[in-house]
């Protein structure tokens, strides 16, 4: 069984979403903050994204990172 780190989004309406590293730093500002200050560990907070929108987004990465996404 893979261990996966897993990175939670939480957006402004308080919805959380939980992806694996490959897809969430698909996003440059993500993968920055990652790699920069390793905030993930209580969640990266998106005060100005409502769940919806990150529900669009999250598919988004999801399709595009299907290829080459071993984490």
């Not at 261990?3 to 979403?17: N, W």
């Not at 790699?35 to 209580?42: A, G, M, S």
């Not at 969640?43 to 290829?67: A, L, R």
């Amino acid at each position: 069984m893979s261990s996966k780190k897993l990175i939670t989004l939480k957006t402004s309406d308080g919805e959380e979403f939980k992806l694996g590293k490959c897809v969430a730093v698909k996003s440059e500002v993500i993968k920055n903050l990652v790699q920069d200050v390793d905030c993930t560990c209580n969640g990266i907070p998106f005060p100005n994204i409502d769940g919806k929108t990150m529900t669009k987004v999250v598919k988004y990465w999801k399709k595009h990172s299907e290829e080459g996404c071993n984490d």
